[in-house]
């Protein structure tokens, strides 16, 4: 084959990959291996949360309940717009804008959530019924309670883990 023919037939090979939901890394290719059918939750078995050891009922008042802290555990966005640019061919969205999603920790670190863990971050996207915004008015209102000392931390864990849109209602929160 040619010098000039190869890095074509490369590209062409990437390209059809890639139109088939497969992402080519070191010379293989791998499956999109996320459903999006769980959205506005994250597909559980690519990401079902993770906690940060740091932060227990115990350490609350020392942690994610001093203001600013989130600041001081949150990954750069160099990071996660990297994860996120990996994770949206993982989910096989159409929409492959970075600009179109948060990448979104599922637990919030705002609730002991683990700031780096792949299976806590997800490309959550700005669009649907119930978006990456209307989540994040959930995460603060959990924080406010369990700061407060109404909701233990580890049931708004749970409750953020099993279903965001639901959280509020389960513990009685407003």
């Not at 769980?38 to 740091?54: R, S």
């Not at 115990?58 to 989130?70: L, R």
């Not at 599922?106 to 669009?127: I, K």
Request: with cysteine; aromatic share 6%.
């Amino acid at each position: 084959m040619s010098r000039t023919a190869r890095p074509l037939v490369t590209a062409l090979s990437t390209l059809a990959l890639a139109a088939a939901g497969l992402i080519v890394t070191t010379g293989t290719a791998h499956a999109q291996s996320c459903s999006q059918s769980y959205l506005p939750l994250p597909d559980p078995t690519c990401q079902p949360g993770a906690l940060n050891p740091d932060v227990t009922q115990s350490t609350i008042n020392s942690t994610i309940c001093v203001s600013g802290w989130t600041s001081t555990v949150r990954p750069p966005s160099s990071y996660t717009t990297a994860l996120k640019k990996k994770q949206i061919v993982e989910y096989g969205y159409t929409d492959t804008s970075t600009s179109d999603y948060e990448e979104d920790h599922f637990v919030p670190l705002e609730l002991g959530g683990a700031p780096r863990s792949e299976q806590n971050l997800w490309p959550e996207p700005h669009y649907g019924n119930e978006t990456s915004a209307d989540k994040d008015v959930v995460e603060n209102k959990l924080k406010k309670a369990v700061c407060a000392g109404t909701v233990n931390l580890t049931d708004a864990q749970d409750a953020i883990m099993t279903d965001w849109t639901t959280a509020l209602a389960k513990l009685g929160i407003s």
